[in-house]
């Protein structure tokens, strides 16, 4: 059986999709990282942080959904 980082890789070379998610995903975490590396932040500085976690999270659930789908058509048997 193939672990998700072993998914994770065929999906990056064989799925444009879920490549841009990828790519997205890590955008959003440097936008994230850049914007935290203020000791305070502004309330709007606050409410973009919260937006970004937000949809990174939603990025991350949908590549682990995409795994999860590629996993359940490998196992299922081929008549």
């Known amino acids: 059986m ?18 841009e998610m990828e790519e997205s995903h890590h955008r959003l975490d440097e936008e994230l990282q850049t914007l935290l590396k203020n000791h305070t932040l502004t309330p709007q500085e606050e409410s973009m942080k919260k937006q970004i976690q937000k949809e990174k999270l939603g990025k991350k659930d949908r590549m682990a959904e995409m795994i999860r789908e590629y996993r359940k058509s490998q196992e299922q048997p081929t008549s």
């Open 2 to 19: 193939l672990t998700d980082d072993q998914i994770a890789e065929h999906l990056r070379s064989t799925n444009a999709d879920f490549r």
